[in-house]
């Protein structure tokens, strides 16, 4: 099989693009059909798929199977199709050690020291399992937050000559000659005459190399390849002049992996990633100066970017302010504040040692207010209102999050003369967002008036109904009038800004019943002035089709709110909530002002209960996330992005809801708010979900990861439980 090219498919997978190729083979950005998520595929080249390439592509899959370890990529699926050999294998989005080093130079020491003992440790587990990766080096060790200064996370991949130890030892060399350890050069026998078989130590001498490579840029010894192998039997290790006790620990973990007599080197990678973690807590010095050496006579000495490992406080500001600009200051909490919104009492809240007879403190990582955070202590929060229990208007509850509960505040009861009687909560706002735009979230509630919206909180005043609104209920006499409101950022400028939307239902109660709108769905933005709202404008309108949901979000980037609208599948379901099918997907992304013209997708969906928008994968860039409900089944957590060009929509199922009994059928449906909940920059999914019908409501959580599932569990039981929870009763803040 020829090199694919990006679009093909292969199998069950969608070739998105290339990420590599090299003399055995090419690695594809590939989009597993059936899982959805995405994943990299290793295919040989055609015109090396004998049976031998083969073999060893179906040996290192099963290599890869044998170990379990937190730094070894992870197998999905190998196989042949075509005659061409394949493994599919854990997408990790960053790059290579080798890239990372030619890009920005050599790693802090504390960082060099963290990412090879996350090799060193991912050796130990090899190691464990009998198995010889016999080929460590640089660009086969993948970084995911390459950048984070504290937190980069090491994954050793590429198994393909890897050796297990009941293996028959072959005579020929394997590896590469910048890392290879001198016994293999040296072709050493055993008593009997046979090749050494292959030995951990032969690991950790490459590691050992590694190590050097990146602290200073360069491999230990340079040359033509025969220069290169005497070099490893015979020169000196390398070494860094100095006498601090930096230099004097590098240099002993240097003597200890890189020894010329193997049986003088670390006997197991554990201990030599137990001496990396030692040596990553010492002060190095401001330069690492390399010893002269054969090939360098001269060596120029070495700038160090960071001398130690920053303290979790100093992390957090190193990261917000390396954060991409595309994530406004109104998203992520306010990162103009600086240094100022941490202060000293800050750092010291974050570096205070937990009590030993308490569980380690849950530290939040972003700076600021985190997404939905109500009152200020960087754990997103979630608010509900449901109608008093006394029949006395509406309660307002906000319950705080410290990262792993919920803990609810005292109601605070709406009872405004211009409510209807029977309201249950669906007139009652409650919003979350930066009102005032000085980096902070605060809590405004919004109440149905005769004429508009009553609020107070954070900001007091009230709004009129948009003019448009009144002049198209006259033209649709008839017709029921549907509205929300929420806030997001339409212009960028850092202060929330209120939008309502509104639609109006069809004046046949069955069509309505059915989703089919008439006349046209209508954004109408107030725009955010610090202390108020301005007059409200029209932002965007949509064509009256049936309509499930809308979502407004930051889906470009830009830090200006784009619509996306779903259009619902064709068909006569009893209720729309539970359509399932393939519906029409329209992005409207938005300039500040208004929106361009609609870009349709597809979304393959099955009945979908909350459509929701926010940052769960942190990078700057909001995603559709769309809670999907199933009566008995459960309900599915489902996320959608939109590629940098615009031209693709993806979706994957990230994580599952609790099963309700079978008992279980009203409440079955779940409504799903979002919040950072953890405080970890991620916004998370939460749902207020039952075990039946008499059970009271639980607060479930799945937690936002930047890849891979979303860990979930409960966090809250809401006692006092009412008959029913509608969908706009539960909210973490609409911030999009």
Known sequence: MTTLHPGAVFGHYRMDRILGEGGMGVVYDAFDTQLERQVALKMVHAHLADRQFIDMFIREGQTLAQIRSPHIIAIYD??????????????????????????????APHLACLVNAQVAEALHDAHQAGIIHQDVKPSNVLVRNPNSPIDPFGFLCDFGIATSSSDSPAGGITGTWNYLAPEYIRDERDEQGR?????????????????????????????????????????PIPQFVGDDAWTRGANRILQLSMAKDRRQRYQSAAAFKDDLLKLREITAPAQLVPAPSMADRNPAPIPVSAVRAPTESEAILIEEAERPSRITPFRVGAAMVGVAALGIGGALAITQPWKADGPEPIVPTVKGAAY????????????????????????????????????????????????????????????????????KNSLVTFVRSKKGFNFDGGLEGSIKAPAGVVADGKKMAGSTFYYDLGVDDFDGDGVADLFMSTRFGNPDATLDKQGRTVGEGKIWVYRGTKSGFAEPTLFASYPATPVEQIAVGDFTGDEKADLVVLRRAAGNPEDITLTTGTSG?????????????????????????????????????????????????????????????????????????????????????????????????????????????????????????????????????????????HLYNLMGGTLG
Not at 79 to 107: A, C, N
Not at 198 to 211: F, V
């Open 585 to 725: 997907l329209d992005l409207y992304e938005g300039d500040g002002s208004g929106v361009a013209a609609a870009k349709a997708f597809s979304f393959k969906h099955k009945g979908i209960n909350s459509f929701l928008a926010g940052d769960v994968n942190g990078d700057g860039r909001d995603e559709v996330v769309v809670e999907e409900s199933g009566r008995g089944e459960g309900q599915s957590i489902t996320v959608g992005g939109f590629s940098d060009d615009l031209a693709d929509f993806s979706i994957a199922t990230r994580g599952r809801l609790p099963k309700p009994r079978d008992t279980l059928e009203s409440t079955s449906r779940y409504p799903a708010t979002l919040s950072d909940v953890n405080g970890d920059g991620l916004t998370d999914v939460v749902a207020a979900s039952k075990e039946d019908n008499d059970s009271p409501y639980t607060f479930y959580v799945a937690l936002g990861s930047k890849d891979g599932s979303f860990p979930g569990h409960t966090m809250a039981t809401w006692k006092s439980s009412p008959d029913d929870v």
């Open 195 to 235: 090749p050494i078989a292959p030995a951990p130590s032969r690991d950790i001498y490459a590691a050992g190399c590694m190590l050097w490579f990146t602290l200073t840029g360069k491999v230990p010894y340079s040359g033509e390849a025969v220069q290169v192998a005497m070099a490893h039997q015979n020169a």
């Open 372 to 439: 939905a955070d109500v009152n200020g202590d960087k754990f997103g929060d979630v608010v509900t209102n449901v109608a008093n229990p006394d029949g006395e208007g509406v309660d307002v509850v906000t319950w705080s999050s410290d990262g792993r509960t919920l803990k609810p505040s005292k109601p605070v009861t709406v009872d405004d003369p211009a409510l209807p009687a029977d309201n249950d909560g669906d007139q009652v706002f409650p919003l979350c967002a930066d009102f005032t735009g000085d980096g």
């Open 78 to 107: 190998i196989g042949e199709q075509q005659g061409s050999p394949f493994i599919v294998t854990q997408y990790i989005k960053g790059g290579d050690v080798t890239g990372l080093v030619r890009s920005k130079g050599p790693l």
